[in-house]
Every structure is written in structure tokens, then in C-alpha cells.
């Protein structure tokens, strides 16, 4: 099973938005609706921000927003702020029952 | 509030194995899948595999099915991952997460080094 797709980095100015892609295929992300978002901080595990495609964890801010559309998947960060900058990873249930990570975008807040 | 407890940092040489241990509490240890994820020195995550403690079951990428091998112990809902036949490009942070149900990684462990190196 072959990873997804993310763009290496994105960027967005403080109070702007920024949206991630996370390309898959018909065998994962197109397939099931299991996919899911995480934020990495230097030096600290990953955070959960989403799930089942747009799914908040409680305590995740409502500025983080996620959708699908065929075989990609979307997070959209609203009005960013400086502790967003981090890297994010998207996630996905695939057939045969295994999971598959994207490689990683860098978020840069300007 | 979850909390996964990992075991320290490890330094293992080419073809040894290492045993990596989660200590889980905060939750029935019983009603949550354990995975585990690793990641390289400035790379990105890697699924190891995940086990259903309270059956055993357990599933592996095909890459790694031959090395990897998860075990729980329910008495002290402690979890581990044990890796062989180590390589150097198996140096990693390795984390084990838990999964509620929803297939994915809701609460983490803050992570083991395991370096491997000659």
C-alpha cells in the first residue's frame, strides 16, 4: 500500500487561512470515510485533530476544519495563529485492513 | 485523562531485537486498540501494526510483518511492540497510540528512540 500524497509545505499569513491536501486512492481515502488529521510539534508526539474525514476531537478549535472530495481528503486551518505552525499528517483506513500516513506538509505561519 | 507510558530509550546493535513496552491507564485497557507508529530522524509516520488486547488479534503492514510482533498483558494494560533482526534504518521514535473504535490514533505515548548502530 502506497502512502498518500501531501504537498511537502504551505503557508499562510498570521489570521489567513491555509488548506492541506491528502491525495490517496480508491482503495483508501475514496473508500473509507477513516480519515484522519495530526498535528506534530518539534520534538513532541502528534496531536489528533480529526477524524472520520471532519470529526473535531473534543478540545480541537473549530478553526481546524476537514473535508473529502473523491480521493482526497482536505484540512483547512482558519485564521491562523503562530501555534499552528507545525507539521501535519493525514491518515487513512485502506483495504486489507491496514493503515497508511501521508508524508508530512510543514505549515509555516508568515 | 489517557496517558500511555513508554518505556526508555534503547541502543541496540545490527541483527539484535528490542522489546518496547506502553503502559496504558486513565481508561479500560480492554476498550481500545493499540497501535504503533514510528518515525525516522526528520521523516514521516510510519504504521507498525495493531493489536485488539482483549482478543490478541493483531494485523502488520506487509513490510514489516516478518520483524514486528505486538503483545499486550492485560493484568498491568501494558502493550508491547518487540522488533528483529534490527537494521540501522530501523532507528526511529517509536509511539504506541490508542484507537477507540474510530480507525485512528486518538491519544499517543510521547515516544521511545531506538537507535541502531554498530
Same mark, same amino acid.
Given at each position: 500500500?502506497?502512502?498518500?500524497?501531501?504537498? /511537502?509545505?504551505?503557508?499562510?499569513?498570521?489570521?489567513?487561512?491555509? !488548506?492541506?491536501?491528502?491525495?490517496?486512492?480508491?482503495? =483508501? *481515502?475514496?473508500?473509507?470515510?477513516?480519515?484522519?488529521?495530526?498535528?506534530?510539534?518539534?520534538?513532541?508526539?502528534?496531536?489528533?485533530?480529526?477524524?472520520?474525514?471532519?470529526?473535531? /476531537?473534543?478540545? *480541537?478549535?473549530?478553526?481546524?476544519?476537514?473535508?473529502?472530495?473523491?480521493? !482526497?481528503?482536505?484540512?483547512? *486551518?482558519?485564521?491562523?495563529?503562530?501555534? =499552528?505552525?507545525? =507539521?501535519?499528517?493525514?491518515?487513512?483506513?485502506? =483495504? !486489507?485492513?491496514?493503515?497508511?500516513?501521508?508524508?508530512? !506538509?510543514?505549515?509555516?505561519?508568515? | 485523562?489517557?496517558? %500511555?507510558?513508554?518505556?526508555?530509550?534503547?541502543?541496540?546493535?545490527?541483527?539484535?531485537?528490542?522489546?518496547?513496552?506502553?503502559?496504558?491507564?486513565?481508561?479500560?485497557?480492554?476498550?481500545?486498540? +493499540?497501535?504503533?507508529?514510528?518515525? $525516522?530522524?526528520?521523516?514521516? %509516520?510510519? @504504521?507498525?501494526?495493531?493489536?485488539?488486547?482483549?482478543?490478541?488479534?493483531?494485523?502488520?503492514?506487509?513490510? %514489516?510483518?516478518?520483524?514486528?510482533?505486538?503483545? #499486550?498483558?492485560? #493484568? +498491568?494494560?501494558?502493550?508491547?511492540?518487540?522488533? #528483529?533482526? %534490527?537494521? #540501522?534504518?530501523?532507528? $526511529?521514535?517509536?509511539?504506541?497510540?490508542?484507537? &477507540? &473504535?474510530?480507525?485512528?490514533?486518538?491519544? @499517543?505515548?510521547? &515516544?521511545?528512540?531506538?537507535?541502531?548502530?554498530?
Amino acid at each position: 500500500q502506497s502512502a498518500l500524497t501531501q504537498p /511537502p509545505s504551505a503557508s499562510g499569513s498570521l489570521g489567513q487561512s491555509v !488548506t492541506i491536501s491528502c491525495t490517496g486512492s480508491s482503495s =483508501d *481515502v475514496g473508500r473509507f470515510g477513516y480519515v484522519s488529521w495530526y498535528q506534530q510539534h518539534p520534538g513532541k508526539a502528534p496531536k489528533h485533530l480529526m477524524y472520520y474525514v471532519s470529526q473535531r /476531537p473534543s478540545g *480541537v478549535p473549530d478553526r481546524f476544519s476537514g473535508s473529502r472530495s473523491g480521493n !482526497t481528503a482536505f484540512l483547512t *486551518v482558519s485564521g491562523l495563529q503562530a501555534e =499552528d505552525e507545525g =507539521d501535519y499528517y493525514c491518515s487513512s483506513y485502506a =483495504d !486489507t485492513d491496514i493503515w497508511v500516513f501521508g508524508g508530512g !506538509t510543514k505549515v509555516t505561519v508568515l | 485523562q489517557v496517558q %500511555l507510558v513508554q518505556s526508555g530509550a534503547e541502543v541496540k546493535k545490527p541483527g539484535a531485537s528490542v522489546r518496547v513496552s506502553c503502559k496504558a491507564s486513565g481508561y479500560p485497557f480492554t476498550g481500545r486498540y +493499540i497501535h504503533w507508529v514510528r518515525q $525516522a530522524p526528520g521523516q514521516g %509516520l510510519e @504504521w507498525m501494526g495493531r493489536i485488539i488486547p482483549v482478543t490478541g488479534a493483531t494485523i502488520y503492514p506487509q513490510s %514489516l510483518q516478518d520483524r514486528v510482533t505486538l503483545t #499486550s498483558d492485560l #493484568s +498491568i494494560s501494558t502493550a508491547y511492540m518487540d522488533l #528483529s533482526r %534490527l537494521r #540501522s534504518d530501523d532507528t $526511529a521514535i517509536y509511539y504506541c497510540a490508542t484507537d &477507540g &473504535g474510530n480507525h485512528d490514533f486518538d491519544d @499517543w505515548g510521547h &515516544g521511545t528512540l531506538v537507535t541502531v548502530s554498530a
